[in-house]
């Protein structure tokens, strides 16, 4: 209604003062409107320079040399860049599903149980975030080194699961808070075993967060490059492919599948991001605030 | 029936904190144990007690500790100032535009932070449009440049960890109760007094829980120097790293490494005291009370 | 937090529980790093030659596309498969993450590393390499150029093979630093902020001796400390932008920086006319990258036949003609003779009559690592 009063009595004002009242009233979605682009950039510059013919190795010079759909067409030709992304992939996927189940139970259990050793055990959730991640590298390597675990594809994944863990625990936890038991209180009263209430019950409720963590999760363990480079062996993933190249010439095909996975990112979020609407639209019958923690 | 109630917890545990016992408490205690070692790389690190190697440490790289917490601290503060109108129009601003806006800000995360790093470079050339414009409004020198100095460094931070930021903001707003906005207005007036009193109060969680996730890479980060940096913009992560692999001075990175996660750990507790909220920890029990 | 007695007691279980872990799974290790002993096993040459053969190198050292080297490699040993993964990016850095693994007699999978001559003496020095018979490799006896035969490090090429070589010297941009011609001239206030020099100090320091007037083959510790101190000056008055790798292609190519030290071939990944290589007037700095077989090493058969097959002229002559290196192989310019006329490929010795080899710096390992330390607290601050 503000907004209905502003503008009626904006139009007997002269025209800067209406603008300004239009700025006013609408600064702040200009303000994010400038941020989101501000996101953007360099995934549009990336994106642009997919196009790019290159120079005559097929790399990327750092300048514009004229448009082609060439690397498109060939998107997966450069075995390299390729075999490390499809490797990043595996890695991120297994990655994801491991720590997200593992860290939901932990979720659980600190959210939903009293028992004795909970601050070691948040201690225990809260150091990794703490730690700075060429220390996790470092340290990673020199226990891989004594255990003589070879470094290769099982040493990256025990690493990518391990910095994940954390990250889940703490999303998946906020959502379990504000999380109402009575339902579950319920499906109990009606004969429900807890293993058949955790199926239909929680889990269904407790989707969008373990989706979110998932997603985190995914995109913590396809970015990560510090503690990658000091564990991984002979296996090449995608950031490391990445690091090495850009030392001398990036094939324009990494901008190409960069691209492709970002659009892939962009299909997978918006589904994920109207499912959980309509997890919210059907959870939305329990009263919203209980569960909502004590403000200080 | 009792007893197995009492043990739920600890085998939902189990898996996870196995986990993070073996692959993080246990390289960790590897750490600190080579950060006592004393020796050269050619003749060998020998087990010692020689604590002398954390004064070292610190003493050669005091420059770097201060402008790592200073960048870190810009960055994040900047991040902030950006993530929260951001994450306020986007939960509660937008309407119909929420999803693509939230799409928006996640989905660069997917793109991997070198790319967008190395993308940087290209924007921020010397005499790209960007940095003429800057110079146009005088934020930078006329013969100035962006790249390659600790302003560079910011950036690139601030850019990189800004997801951090945003999405545990984004979280605590959209589960805010607007009808309590509405009852703040009829109750203090002004919608600034609003804003001060009821919606920062409710989102303080989700502020520092955003401003701890992105503090921390931040401080540890070395990426951002390496490529968007030049000569005098180094970080500890830089000099841990030259330690680590170019000087082999295993014990004085590990040392350092130690020192940065104990200088990380006072920090976060301090903030947290200061900012009065369990919510990072998960101090459910607040709650319960 | 409230109850910081209590955190404490936590951390303190933790660490309680670390320590049980680790001693119950861990019995020795005492020593980390360190000499082993030096006892150099020679390589076996098979046969037959097939099976996995895993190598590490740097980025854009070999050709591409149809027909390339590495799938005729495959097709003249059928049943081999080479990874060939581009995973060395720097020396010290490729080694920091292989040396552990070395040092228990290992070599992670891999059959066969290049790395730079000093490396290469490292790795040997510490007893990480196979020696490898000539009669295994009868082209590169036959073909290895004359004045690669008996470097300092290695007077017999009993451990390394070079891949290729090149030159350390200036990359100009004609047009915004015409009159840069020796090193000395990085240090012109004209340029202030538009200069780099690499972060590998073997190349960086000895020519900036040799701007001095001081040969690095006479030079002592002090003298190189003396040029430390040079670049120290140069970071704090804002002169120097950046030590770089090649990554200063990009900003050649950007024209954020119109003069820099940096390597011979990389005038091919340059896409901005103006930038050409230039012999310093004192002269540049010669080095190589060799083909070296760990111990440990899988499939030496593989690694034999692997740089037998790159000494053959008809091979390398591609090989060269992509990554516009200096080739140690003799007779590829009856192959391609274009490739004979090319001064960064084929240089005569007039042309490098002033060059250095690259050397180490003097002294012993105590005096290498201070030299080493001083560096990087230049780079690192």
Not at chain 1, 187 to 210: E, Q, Y
Not at chain 3, 354 to 374: I, K, L, M, R
């Amino acid at each position: 209604m503000e907004a209905a009063t502003v503008s009626s009595r904006a139009g007997s004002k002269p025209a800067p003062a209406r603008a300004w009242a239009w700025l006013r009233r609408n600064a702040l979605l200009i303000f994010a409107g400038l941020a989101v682009l501000y996101m953007l950039v360099p995934i549009f510059v990336i994106a642009v320079f997919s196009f790019d013919t290159g120079n005559a190795q097929g790399e990327l010079d750092f300048a514009w040399d004229g448009f082609t759909l060439e690397y498109w067409q060939n998107a997966f030709a450069n075995k390299a860049v390729t075999e490390s992304m499809v490797t990043s992939l595996e890695l991120a996927a297994l990655a994801t599903v491991v720590s997200t189940a593992i860290g939901t139970l932990m979720a659980m259990a600190l959210v939903r149980h009293e028992f004795f050793g909970r601050r070691a055990t948040n201690l225990l959730i809260i150091l990794p975030l703490a730690t700075p991640e060429i220390v996790i590298g470092a340290a990673l390597l020199s226990m891989f080194i004594s255990y003589k675990v070879s470094l290769g594809f099982t040493s990256l994944f025990i690493a990518h699961v391990m910095f994940s863990i954390s990250f889940v625990v703490v999303v998946v936890r906020s959502r379990l808070i504000g999380f109402d038991r009575s339902i579950e209180e319920a499906a109990a009263d009606l004969g429900s075993t807890p293993l058949t209430t955790f199926r239909t019950v929680t889990l269904p409720l407790l989707a969008p967060g373990i989706v979110g963590a998932a997603l985190l999760a995914f995109a913590l363990s396809l970015d990560d490059f510090v503690i990658s480079n000091f564990n991984s062996g002979t296996t090449v993933t995608f950031p490391l492919f990445i690091f090495g190249a850009s030392l001398r010439g990036i094939p324009v095909q990494v901008n190409v599948l960069a691209t492709m996975l970002f659009v892939l990112t962009a299909l997978t979020i918006v589904l994920v991001l109207w499912q959980q609407r309509k997890a919210k639209e059907m959870a939305s019958v329990r009263p919203e605030q209980e569960g909502q923690p004590a403000q200080v | 029936m009792t007893t197995r109630r009492r043990l739920i917890p600890y085998w939902l545990l189990a898996p996870g904190a196995i986990w993070l016992a073996l692959f993080f408490v246990v390289p960790m205690y590897f750490m600190g144990e080579l950060a006592l070692r004393s020796g050269t790389f050619t003749e060998g690190f020998e087990s010692a007690f020689q604590i002398s190697n954390f004064s070292d440490a610190l003493s050669g790289h005091t420059n770097q500790v201060v402008r790592s917490f200073v960048y870190a601290g810009t960055a994040t503060l900047i991040a902030l100032l950006i993530a929260y109108p951001l994450a306020y129009a986007i939960a509660l601003r937008a309407g119909r535009w929420r999803l693509l806006l939230l799409f928006a800000v996640i989905a660069p995360f997917f793109t991997t932070y070198l790319i967008r790093t190395i993308a940087w470079k290209t924007i921020l050339a010397d005499d790209s449009p960007v940095v003429s414009v800057l110079q146009a409004l005088q934020l930078v020198p006329e013969d100035g440049r962006v790249l390659a100095t600790g302003g560079a460094v910011i950036a690139g931070l601030t850019y990189n960890f800004l997801p951090f930021m945003i999405l545990p903001i984004y979280a605590s707003l959209e589960r805010m109760d607007t009808g309590l906005i509405e009852a703040g207005k009829d109750l203090y007036a002004s919608s600034t007094q609003t804003f001060l009193r009821v919606t920062l109060p409710i989102t303080a969680p989700g502020i520092v829980a955003g401003v701890l996730l992105t503090f921390i890479p931040a401080v540890g980060d070395y990426v951002n120097a390496e490529i968007l940096g030049g000569t005098g913009t180094a970080m500890i992560g830089n000099v841990i790293q030259s330690l680590y692999l170019e000087q082999r001075n295993y014990p004085e990175a590990a040392a350092l490494s130690f020192l940065m996660m104990l200088a990380i750990l006072i920090v976060v507790l301090i903030y947290l005291r200061v900012a009065g909220s369990g919510a990072f920890m998960g101090d459910e029990d607040e709650r319960r009370a | 937090m409230r109850t910081p007695r209590k955190s404490l007691r936590a951390v303190l279980a933790l660490g309680a529980l670390g320590a049980a872990i680790t001693l119950t799974a861990c019995g020795g290790g005492d020593t980390v790093g360190g000499a082993s002993d030096n006892k150099a096993e020679v390589a076996e040459p098979g046969p037959p030659v097939d099976g996995e053969f895993n190598i590490s190198t740097w980025v854009g050292y070999i050709d591409k596309g149809d027909g390339n080297t590495i799938s005729k490699f495959e097709e003249e040993y059928p049943g081999t498969n080479v990874n060939y993964t581009e995973d060395v990016n720097d020396n010290s850095d490729f080694f920091g993450k292989v040396q552990p693994l070395l040092d228990e007699g290992e070599s992670g999978g891999r059959s066969m590393f290049v790395v730079t001559d000093w490396m290469a003496k490292q790795m040997n020095d510490l007893g990480y390499l196979q020696e490898i018979d000539y009669a295994d490799v009868p082209n590169v006896d036959a073909n290895l150029k004359d004045s690669l035969r008996s470097p300092s490090f290695d007077p017999d090429r009993k451990f390394s093979i070079p891949w290729q070589s090149g030159m350390t010297g200036l990359l100009v941009n004609e047009r915004l630093a015409p009159d840069v011609n020796s090193v000395n001239d990085l240090f012109d206030p004209k340029y202030k902020g538009k200069v780099t020099v690499l972060t590998e100090m073997r190349d960086t320091v000895p020519l900036l001796l040799k701007a001095d007037g001081i040969d690095p083959e006479d030079a002592t510790k002090q003298d190189w400390l003396d040029e430390i101190d040079r670049l120290q000056g140069a970071v704090d008055s804002g002169q120097l932008r950046r030590f770089t790798g090649n990554d200063y292609v990009q900003d050649l190519t950007n024209e954020n920086v119109v003069a820099a030290i940096g390597w011979s071939g990389d005038i091919a990944l340059i896409a901005n006319d103006s930038v050409d290589w230039r012999m310093p007037t004192t002269g540049c700095i010669i080095w190589s990258d060799n083909m070296v077989i760990p111990v440990g090493a899988p499939n030496t058969a593989a690694a034999l036949a692997w740089a037998d097959f790159a000494y053959d002229p008809e091979i390398q002559a591609p090989i060269s003609d992509y990554v516009r290196y200096v080739s140690p192989v003799e007779g590829i310019e009856k192959v391609n003779p274009a490739l004979a006329k090319d001064p960064l490929v084929n240089p005569s010795d007039e042309f490098t009559a002033d060059c250095s080899t690259q050397p180490n710096p003097p002294g012993s390992a105590e005096d290498v690592q201070e030299v080493t330390e001083a560096f990087q607290a230049v780079i690192t601050q």
